[in-house]
């Protein structure tokens, strides 16, 4: 495959990618709730303010369960699956949390109206979970369409599925056989 003229990138591989905002943002509403929705835009103000003065973050839970104030709610399986991905030890001090004010910029965060505007002109190989609610196979789809070089890869799977043992392998090996193609 050719290199891109300005850069020495070969190819991207992008599993389950966040592209659209509004595509997963929908999903996480509904579930949280209005008050849930004020609680965590109240927090994120509050954090944003708290690095404006130099303070440490506010962080709350990256997956959460209930009426517990997270970014993204889920249900208690997919939290324990979420869980299971990482090490029983958490290297490098990983937790369930970070900060919240990163909520505020989502909503200027679309990767697709960039690849509109601009797609690259190298491959690119986009992973898919059919029944991911983060980043739906819909949205995939499209970007997919804008790509001159791009390849979809679709699994029946979550957005956690993906990364999870009944996909991982077969996944990471179609990417691997990508790069190989890219490097020749």
């Known amino acids: 495959s050719q290199r891109s003229n300005d ?3 070969v190819g991207v591989v992008a599993q389950t990618p966040y592209l659209k ?3 997963s943002t929908k ?3 509904k579930k949280r709730g209005k008050l849930g929705k004020l609680r965590l835009i109240f927090a994120a103000l509050q954090d944003w303010a708290r690095s404006y003065l130099g303070l440490p973050p506010i962080v709350v839970p990256i997956l959460g369960v209930g009426g517990e104030l997270s970014m993204m709610p ?3 399986q997919h939290l ?4 299971s991905l990482h090490p029983p030890q958490t290297l490098g001090g990983w937790k369930n949390q970070g900060p919240v004010r990163g909520l505020l910029e989502l909503k200027f965060y679309n990767p697709l109206e960039v690849v509109r505007n601009s797609p690259p002109q190298i491959p690119v190989l986009l992973v898919s979970g059919s029944r991911d609610a983060l980043c739906p196979a819909a949205v995939i789809e ?12 679709t699994r029946n799977a979550t957005h956690l599925e993906i990364a999870g043992p009944n996909h991982a392998g077969e996944v990471g090996k179609e990417m691997a056989e990508f790069y190989v193609e890219c490097f020749q």
Do not use: D, F, M
């Open 74 to 76: 889920t249900t208690p």
């Open 7 to 9: 850069t020495n990138i």
């Open 80 to 83: 324990e699956e979420y869980l």
């Open 142 to 153: 499209e970007v997919h369409n804008l790509l001159p070089k791009s390849q979809v890869i």
């Open 27 to 29: 999903s996480g509403s």
């Open 21 to 23: 905002s509004s595509a």
